[in-house]
């Protein structure tokens, strides 16, 4: 019998899986590509032979991490950090914890700071390979 016991209420809220790329198009866009997944577009970056997953939007202003244009490309630094083009913000490619200072790229305005001049880390997703298929969890 389907009593239902059992099933707590965080069935929304749970994390999905979702295969989003594959191997041979994050090579083929030099080891990043950004998808969309639900509407929230994801960087996907190779770095030291591990895939990463990273919300493509900086938590500064909301600006992309990588744009359309070469301009507008984020830097991967060699400790493993996604640099947001726009202001130099480092985000760990692991944790998306801010590594060394925030928003060093951007003028420090009287009165108004940065903009926003709480730092905050970027959104990271468990990313798993399976075969050639790039699977995250969000």
Not at 36 to 45: A, I, S
Not at 59 to 67: I, K, V
Request: glycine fraction near 14%; hydrophobic fraction near 35%; proline fraction near 6%.
């Amino acid at each position: 019998g389907g009593s239902g016991r059992g099933r707590g209420g965080a069935l929304a809220a749970r994390a999905t899986k979702k295969t989003v790329a594959t191997v041979a198009q994050l090579k083929e866009g030099g080891g990043r590509t950004v998808v969309e997944v639900d509407g929230t577009k994801v960087l996907l970056q190779e770095f030291a032979g591990e895939i990463y997953a990273m919300n493509n939007k900086c938590p500064h202003l909301g600006l992309p991490l990588q744009g359309r244009t070469a301009l507008l490309s984020a830097e991967v630094t060699d400790a493993g950090c996604v640099v947001c083009p726009a202001h130099k913000t480092a985000f760990d490619l692991k944790t998306g914890e801010v590594q060394g200072e925030w928003c060093p790229g951007m003028p420090n305005i009287p009165l108004l700071g940065k903009g926003n001049n709480n730092p905050a880390p970027a959104t990271v997703y468990e990313v798993e390979v399976n075969g050639d298929d790039i699977a995250i969890t969000m």
